[in-house]
T-cell receptor, first 108, second 114 residues
Framework: GQQLNQSPQSMFIQEGEDVSMNCTSS?????WLWYKQEPGEGPVLLIA?????ELTSNGRLTAQFGITRKDSFLNISASIPSDVGIYFC????????FGKGTRLHILP | DTGVSQNPRHKITKRGQNVTFRCDPI?????LYWYRQTLGQGPEFLTY????????KSRLLSDRFSAERPKGSFSTLEIQRTEQGDSAMYLC????????????FGPGTRLTVT
């Protein structure tokens, strides 16, 4: 079945650093979504991407829909403590599939 | 607060009991989705409604699970004869007719089956 490989699984960074994470699949998707989830809460939608090659920003977050339609990338610039959480990608084709998440930790 | 709401937030039940969860979507959203999330995993799709019609069910949704959305507004998810493997976070999401792919999630109901 369809699967998303999200990497890295976790990241430990210093405040102020930039962050990059990605999702890849062997399947083609028509839409990519990026969510952030904090403990005990539901995922919060960050960015939606609808077209191959599309680059979309939301504040310090930038996401790209890969040109092959099989991958997507999320970058966070100048990380701050409130960026801590789990970031999920989701690909939508004939079904919606979520990755397993990237856990972002910020070192004091 | 006009976001998606879910009740209860936490439920502890004994194996074999039935439980029911409620989801109230964003008021103008006509699509409503249920997901299950276990520790260390992303949400897994269970089922979705467009208005009151249940249009798709995942094979994860066993016969013990049933979902309803009788008036096209709130939805309920019932699990009969709960098993320990049902312990998970149950998430509800909704989306609008114009932007069906942008799903907005509620805070979830954490189910623990003892």
């Amino acid at each position: 079945g369809q699967q998303l490989n999200q990497s890295p699984q976790s990241m430990f960074i210093q405040e102020g650093e930039d962050v990059s994470m990605n999702c890849t699949s062997s399947s083609i998707f028509n839409t990519w979504l990026w969510y952030k989830q904090e403990p005990g809460e539901g995922p919060v939608l960050l960015i939606a991407l609808y077209k191959a090659g599309e680059l979309t920003s939301n504040g310090r977050l930038t996401a790209q829909f890969g040109i092959t339609r099989k991958d997507s990338f999320l970058n966070i610039s100048a990380s701050i403590p409130s960026d801590v959480g789990i970031y999920f990608c989701a690909g939508i084709g004939d079904k919606i599939i979520f990755g397993k998440g990237t856990r972002l930790h910020i070192l004091p | 607060d006009t976001g998606v709401s879910q009740n209860p937030r936490h439920k502890i039940t004994k194996r074999g009991q039935n439980v029911t969860f409620r989801c109230d979507p964003i008021s103008e959203h006509n699509r409503l989705y249920w997901y299950r999330q276990t520790l260390g995993q992303g949400p897994e799709f269970l089922t979705y409604f467009q208005n009151e019609a249940q249009l798709e069910k995942s094979r994860l949704l066993s016969d013990r699970f049933s979902a309803e959305r009788p008036k096209g507004s709130f939805s309920t998810l019932e699990i009969q004869r709960t098993e320990q493997g049902d312990s998970a976070m149950y998430l509800c999401a909704s989306s609008s007719f114009g932007q069906i792919y942008e799903q907005y999630f509620g805070p979830g109901t954490r189910l623990t089956v003892t």
